[in-house]
């Protein structure tokens, strides 16, 4: 158990809607990370937050957005899903803002029909 | 570019066998480098990392080689047991203005009893 909390597990929703999913960081780790995994692109970086503040952004579209909390928690906001979006989102947290020590929650499976 | 990649997809060994899983990695400004387990339905777990002022790091049955001539990082596992099966990942990681961690595809190591 990495001290990394993502809700829910699985989400299943139709094409068109939007989402949000939770992650809560190990406690005393101020960087959380959103990544995305798909079979064919792996792992894509998506966002950084640090202590509430945007840090880095990957390949993250414009329908996706992030915010990080006073308390450190994280969403991650999808909307105008498509059938593309189907994938596991990992949140990741470390007390670093460089990207290293990063810990990894358990993934929320998102299924867009 | 910031490619990170995985010569070998599948790797296939029998029990007590030594495991070397490989990586390539195209940035040479890179100066971080990680290795990540995945087990199935799980997120990504650290196994161990190198600094690229270093060419080998040593773990619990574990080693990280790391060659940047030929931007190369290998993985070894000695005495591969059936709880090692599971998708390897390599990420590189380098500081300046981007923090972000660039996975490699991943390589699935199946361990036959």
């Known amino acids: 158990d990495s001290g990394v909390t993502q809700t829910p597990k699985h989400l299943i929703t139709a094409t068109g809607q939007r989402v949000t999913l939770r992650c809560s960081p190990r406690s005393g780790d101020l960087s959380v990370y959103w990544y995305q995994q798909s079979l064919d692109q792996g792992l894509q970086f998506l966002i950084q937050y640090y202590n509430g503040e945007e840090r880095a952004k990957g390949n993250i579209l414009e329908r996706f ?5 006073p308390d450190l928690h994280s969403e991650l906001n999808l909307s105008s899903l498509e059938l593309g979006d189907s994938a596991l989102y990992f949140c990741a947290s470390s007390r670093r803002t460089d990207g290293r020590d990063q810990y990894f929650g358990p993934g929320t499976r998102l299924t867009v029909t | 570019g910031e490619s990170v990649g995985l010569h070998l997809p599948t790797l296939s060994v029998q029990e007590g066998d030594n495991s070397i899983i490989n990586c390539a990695y195209s940035n040479s400004a890179s100066d971080y480098f990680i290795w990540y387990k995945q087990e199935s339905g799980k997120g990504p777990q650290f196994i161990i990392d ?3 002022n270093m060419d080998k790091r040593q773990g619990q049955r574990v080693t990280v080689l790391l060659n940047k001539t030929v931007k190369h ?3 070894q596992i000695a005495a591969t047991q059936p ?4 998708v390897y990942f390599c990420a590189e990681n380098y500081g300046g203005s981007n923090y972000k961690l660039t996975f490699g595809k991943g390589t699935l190591l199946t361990v036959n009893p």
């Open chain 2, 50 to 52: 190198i600094r690229s």
């Open chain 2, 83 to 86: 709880g090692d099966s599971a």
């Open chain 1, 65 to 69: 957005s992030a915010q990080q909390f």
């Open chain 2, 73 to 75: 990082l290998s993985l």
